[in-house]
């Protein structure tokens, strides 16, 4: 696949967004939701539609940083590895299939977390139960588990299931979502981890629970679409993104090098 560049970027526009997928990184194990050396945030090289970065292979969420990420194209050429650790192959066929068929998604964030696992394993998936998880009404993909995922012909079939949509629970396997800056794919799975947290408390504790009407939570839905567009479409601050940066700043700065 050849996909020239768009609109050349500047370097300054390069170097916050390794800022900020690498701050994405420091802050999904501030949260513990990283799984070991494994799962994944990409985001899109600015100015292309075929490369994307990475984290290096072996290396935890808290050591990742601007400088250290791996450059990679959608058919697997590492352009640019600054440790030479190389790139997680499966990590790779889940990420590259997103970027490669939806050019809206900046980036890609996809975790293996106790609450996101249980969840996933669940038939009926995450319910709209609250606040957080209504967001998401009409708003979920499923793909069904088919192994770890190294066989790239499983690309066609994912990218198939996730359609349009911006979240995708990997059945039996865990949480995916996409975003069109970094701060969104982050937020979209705070809350989403924060949901399947819920749910499961809810579930656990074998009381009656009140259910929204679905009116409700398509309402709802619609007013969290409302909100995020006004930061992606309409360039208003990301003030919950830069927030949780400004953390970083104070007790992590490091992810910035």
Same mark, same amino acid.
């Given at each position: 696949m050849? *996909?020239?560049a768009?609109?050349?970027?500047?370097?300054a %526009?390069?170097?916050?967004?390794?800022?900020? /997928?690498?701050?994405?990184?420091?802050l999904?194990? $501030?949260?513990? /939701? &990283?799984d070991?050396?494994?799962?994944?945030? +990409?985001?899109?090289?600015?100015?292309t539609?075929?490369r994307f /970065?990475i984290?290096?292979?072996?290396?935890?969420?808290?050591e990742v940083?601007?400088?250290?990420l791996?450059?990679?194209?959608?058919?697997g050429?590492?352009?640019d590895?600054?440790?030479?650790?190389g790139?997680?192959p499966?990590? !790779?066929?889940?990420?590259?299939a997103?970027?490669?068929? $939806?050019h809206?998604?900046?980036?890609?964030?996809?975790?293996?977390?106790?609450?996101?696992?249980?969840?996933?394993?669940?038939?009926?998936?995450?319910?709209p139960?609250?606040q957080?998880?209504?967001? !998401?009404?009409?708003?979920?993909?499923?793909h069904?588990? @088919?192994?770890?995922?190294?066989?790239?012909?499983?690309?066609e $079939?994912l990218?198939?299931?996730l359609?349009?949509?911006f979240?995708? *629970?990997?059945?039996?396997?865990g949480?995916?979502t996409? #975003? $069109? +800056?970094?701060? %969104?794919? !982050?937020? /979209?799975?705070?809350?989403m981890?924060? +949901?399947?947290?819920?749910?499961?408390?809810?579930?656990? +504790? #074998?009381? %009656?629970?009140?259910?929204?009407?679905?009116?409700?939570?398509?309402?709802?839905?619609?007013?969290?679409?409302?909100?995020?567009?006004?930061?992606?479409v &309409?360039?208003?601050?990301d003030s @919950?993104?830069?927030a949780f940066?400004?953390?970083? &700043?104070r007790?992590?700065? #490091?992810?910035?090098?």
């Amino acid at each position: 696949m050849n *996909i020239h560049a768009t609109i050349a970027p500047t370097a300054a %526009e390069i170097q916050q967004t390794r800022v900020d /997928l690498a701050a994405a990184y420091r802050l999904i194990h $501030r949260l513990g /939701l &990283d799984d070991s050396i494994y799962t994944h945030i +990409s985001v899109r090289v600015p100015g292309t539609f075929d490369r994307f /970065l990475i984290n290096p292979y072996g290396m935890r969420f808290e050591e990742v940083t601007a400088s250290n990420l791996v450059t990679v194209d959608v058919d697997g050429v590492v352009i640019d590895d600054p440790l030479g650790l190389g790139i997680n192959p499966a990590g !790779f066929t889940i990420h590259s299939a997103v970027h490669a068929a $939806r050019h809206d998604a900046l980036c890609v964030l996809h975790t293996h977390t106790v609450a996101g696992v249980a969840v996933s394993c669940l038939k009926e998936g995450l319910l709209p139960l609250n606040q957080w998880s209504m967001q !998401f009404t009409d708003r979920i993909a499923y793909h069904d588990f @088919e192994g770890i995922a190294l066989d790239l012909s499983e690309r066609e $079939r994912l990218v198939a299931d996730l359609g349009t949509k911006f979240v995708l *629970i990997l059945r039996n396997h865990g949480l995916l979502t996409c #975003g $069109r +800056s970094v701060g %969104e794919a !982050f937020k /979209l799975m705070h809350n989403m981890e924060r +949901s399947c947290r819920a749910q499961l408390a809810i579930q656990a +504790s #074998g009381a %009656e629970v009140v259910r929204p009407s679905l009116a409700v939570a398509q309402h709802t839905a619609g007013q969290y679409d409302k909100g995020y567009a006004k930061i992606e479409v &309409d360039g208003r601050p990301d003030s @919950e993104w830069d927030a949780f940066k400004r953390m970083l &700043d104070r007790t992590d700065p #490091g992810y910035k090098d």
